[in-house]
């Protein structure tokens, strides 16, 4: 039945096989001279091939078990039997290619040495000898130009240009391969031992900035192992090598690529045992999935391994190239979009990759469930999403960021309204940013969601009423959310103001979505709702004034006293570092009470909103208490006066008659 299958397989691929471009092979099918025996040889080579034995025993498989599944079983015992059937086939099929690969190798010596004819009689027959001569010069041609724009351009930092000479180089070798009239099999081959060597010159300068120098040889030796074994596989199809012989040489040189991987991570130093175990475990479960032909899961487990060093080296070239040559930092927008652009470029590709070779890979274990598919395809555009969020998000953090570092701080601004912009900014942008963090979250999240095959309308509808009830059960909660929405549409207060509310007080330093964060003078911060906080009163707008008072004898001049209070004044006034802060210079502003011990004479000054009052406060103190000093002015003390004669002993014998008049009318008020 097998064999029936594969002759109908033959008939109906012969027509495509025809169309295809292969040389020599293609003109030799569509001559009519070709014997029959040589048609019988295509039929076995076909037969030979793991591809075609496999999808004839699918093929095969599916139809019997269909008919078995429709006669006797019910659905659940027909679903568990075509998984049981399939794990059957997929591992009939896995010992099958192992047998065959092992049994090829001996034949391995022989096709290298067929291929090399071939190859020969093709560059040297047909008169194609000197362009093969002249392939050959050109290919040393592109070598010297890679190297004089390495030497030219060596010395203008590290980052991107180090990529550019091998840029070079494969322009130069693309433009010769497509001008020279060359052998067809010999210019396929140059041109895909060419694309692996500028495959290997990228990687390898990518390894440099990735990488540990101490690893740099064994891991270009790797790449170039891998890179060999795909240039042999895709130029042994082109040159009809033996598929078996092509898959034998392919595992010995994944052997070799093994060991030295494992020996690579084992003998590094800056890992726990561990997380070197888990490695190794990882790159042998690599390897055997590419062994088992399981190519979706091999390739998820090859990037996984790969792309993290892989970003690590682009993000480093692209912010040295454009700190070098265009002098951006990394907090810049631009250097962010340009390297977390390129890593989601990367990142999509492979997962491009990833989703061609699920199409096309028949071997996956539930590969023609519609429900898996989707669940996979769902997975891969996740993290699409996840890619495009990420690019997003950081993007505007990096603008808001910008943004809270360049504007000044309000004791820094040069003017009232840069100063209310700054302080706006400093106070809207935090909470900007977190607002757009959660919404980022919550928009891919439910995207996600939907990619996945969930349905996230009656999510949304029962988020709606999940919300009201959450609504009633903390109205506290949202009273804080709305307070402080209103709060900072009102312009309460801002970072960095000093504000009063209730029996909290302090310097404004941050908000949330519910609080905000009040730095005490003395050190303590609290952390307010806003639904706590009521009547707020601001003390850093605008302007503020400064009162105070003093109390001096009644017998001081004061005219005197203010005309000092204005020099004083003046003196702030011109004070470098105080000066600036003034709006209105301390003046006295006349008498303000006749106290018991003197007259309260008051100051004032007018300033604009400054944690240096209290420092302005005490200048004033001090300089004042110095000018009384030196213009005979003195403050007045509490004193008692006690009348009397003119001599200081009467007016002694008065008080002390007056102590004894007292304490004898508490005596006779006790003895009654």
Not at 496 to 519: C, D, H, M, P
Request: proline content about 4%; charged content about 20%; aromatic content about 8%.
């Amino acid at each position: 039945m097998k064999w029936l299958a594969a002759l109908f397989v033959f008939l109906g691929t012969t027509p495509t096989l025809a169309q295809v471009p292969l040389p020599d092979v293609a003109q030799q099918d569509s001559s009519p001279e070709t014997s029959a025996s040589q048609k019988i040889d295509d039929l076995m080579r076909l037969f030979k091939d793991p591809e075609i034995r496999r999808w004839i025993e699918v093929q095969a498989g599916q139809k019997t078990g269909t008919v078995a599944s429709a006669e006797t079983s019910s659905p659940e015992t027909t679903s568990m039997g075509d998984v049981i059937r399939e794990m059957a086939t997929w591992e009939g099929r896995a010992r099958d290619r192992f047998q065959t690969v092992i049994s090829a190798v001996p034949d391995i010596s022989s096709e290298i040495e067929r291929v090399f004819l071939r190859l020969r009689a093709d560059a040297t027959g047909n008169g194609h000898t000197t362009a093969s001569i002249f392939l050959s010069l050109l290919v040393a041609l592109g070598i010297m130009a890679e190297w004089f724009f390495r030497r030219r351009w060596q010395q203008h930092g590290k980052g991107i240009e180090h990529y550019l000479p091998t840029v070079v180089f494969a322009a130069f070798m693309a433009v010769s391969l497509f001008a020279i009239q060359s052998p067809p099999l010999v210019r396929l081959v140059a041109t895909f031992c060419l694309l692996a060597f500028v495959a290997y010159r990228l990687v390898a300068t990518a390894i440099g900035h990735a990488a540990h120098p101490e690893v740099h040889g064994r891991l270009k030796i790797i790449v170039g192992l891998g890179l060999a074994m795909t240039v042999s596989t895709a130029t042994g199809t082109i040159l009809d090598v033996d598929a078996n012989a092509l898959q034998a040489a392919a595992f010995l040189i994944s052997c070799i690529m093994l060991g030295l991987s494992v020996e690579l991570v084992w003998h590094s130093v800056n890992r726990s045992v561990a997380t070197r175990s888990l490695l190794c475990l990882h790159l042998a479960a690599v390897w055997l999935l590419w062994c088992l032909d399981l190519r979706t899961a091999f390739w998820i487990g090859l990037y996984i391994l790969l792309l993290p060093p892989m970003m690590r080296a682009i993000g480093h070239a692209i912010r040295d190239y454009v700190a070098v040559h265009f002098l951006m930092p990394a907090s810049d927008s631009r250097s962010v979009l340009l390297v977390r652009g390129a890593r989601a470029a990367i990142t999509g590709l492979a997962i491009a990759w990833i989703a061609t070779v699920w199409d096309k890979d028949g071997h996956m274990i539930g590969h023609g469930d519609p429900q898996t598919a989707t669940l996979f395809y769902g997975f891969l555009k996740s993290i699409v999403i996840l890619l495009l969020a990420d690019l997003v998000w950081h993007l505007t953090k990096a603008a808001i960021d910008r943004n809270i570092m360049t504007a000044p701080a309000g004791s820094e601004a040069e003017n009232p309204t840069e100063e209310t912009h700054a302080t706006r900014l400093h106070t809207l942008l935090p909470i900007l940013r977190n607002v757009l963090a959660v919404s980022l979250f919550i928009v891919a999240g439910l995207v996600i969601l939907g990619q996945l095959g969930v349905d996230i309308g009656p999510l949304i509808a029962g988020a709606g009423i999940f919300g009201v009830a959450i609504g009633f059960g903390s109205q506290a909660l949202v009273r804080d959310v709305i307070s402080g929405i209103f709060y900072l549409f009102d312009d309460a207060f801002r970072v960095g103001e000093y504000i009063q509310a209730k029996n909290y007080k302090g310097t404004v330093e941050g908000f949330s979505l519910r609080s905000v964060k009040l730095r005490h003078h003395r050190g303590p911060l609290f952390t307010v709702p806003f639904g706590e906080l009521g009547a707020v009163e601001n003390m850093s707008r605008d302007w503020s004034k400064i009162k105070f008072s003093v109390t001096v004898p009644y017998d001081t001049d004061i005219e005197k006293a203010r005309k000092i209070g204005k020099a004083i004044g003046q003196e702030l006034l011109g004070d470098p570092e105080l000066g600036r802060l003034f709006i209105q210079p301390l003046k006295m502003k006349g008498v303000e009470e006749f106290g018991e011990y003197g007259i309260a004479i008051s100051f004032a000054m007018v300033t604009v909103p400054t944690s240096q009052q209290s420092f302005i406060r005490r200048s004033a103190y001090a300089m004042l208490r110095e000018a009384f000093q030196k213009n005979g002015i003195a403050f007045a003390q509490p004193s008692i006066q006690v009348g009397g004669g003119k001599t200081p002993e009467a007016t002694a014998a008065a008080y002390q008659s007056q102590l004894l008049a007292r304490a004898g009318e508490q005596e006779d008020s006790t003895s009654l």
